[in-house]
């Protein structure tokens, strides 16, 4: 069984800072590319930030030069830095990750999700 935990996530004013980490567990052979998606209330989920195996990234416009996405590849772990917090980033925050189990193929999984509150 093959789980995303996500951590991190709160409540914090506009400006602030938070980091979200995101862990795959389980049966994991190999890891692909990660990433972190967000769901505001009434609103598609969209993607915030990706990052490959080899550590490229790419992210969605609003959030370049504000959020990081990194990785360490020996804890299958997946990291977004999010500073100078805006009211309009609240949202629930999930984890995406590409991976093979030991007993599966690549699958797509997803983590249950945490939220992220920006008050001004």
């Known amino acids: 069984q093959v789980q995303l935990v996500e951590s991190g996530g709160g409540l914090v004013q506009a400006g602030g800072s938070l980091r979200l980490s995101c862990a795959a567990s389980?049966?994991?052979?190999?890891?692909?590319?990660m990433a972190w998606y967000r769901q505001a209330p009434g609103k598609q989920r969209e993607l915030v930030a990706a990052?490959?195996?080899?550590?490229?990234?790419n992210y969605a416009d609003s959030m370049k030069g504000r959020f990081t996405i990194s990785r360490d590849n020996a804890k299958n772990t997946v990291y977004l830095q999010m500073n100078s917090l805006k009211p309009e980033d609240t949202a629930v925050y999930y984890c995406?990750?590409?991976?093979?189990?030991?007993?599966?193929?690549?699958?797509?999984?997803w983590g249950q999700g945490t939220q992220v509150t920006v008050s001004s």
């Open positions: 990052i490959t195996s080899g550590g490229s990234t």
């Open positions: 995406n990750a590409g991976l093979s189990s030991t007993i599966r193929g690549p699958l797509n999984y």
């Open positions: 389980g049966s994991i052979f190999s890891v692909y590319a």
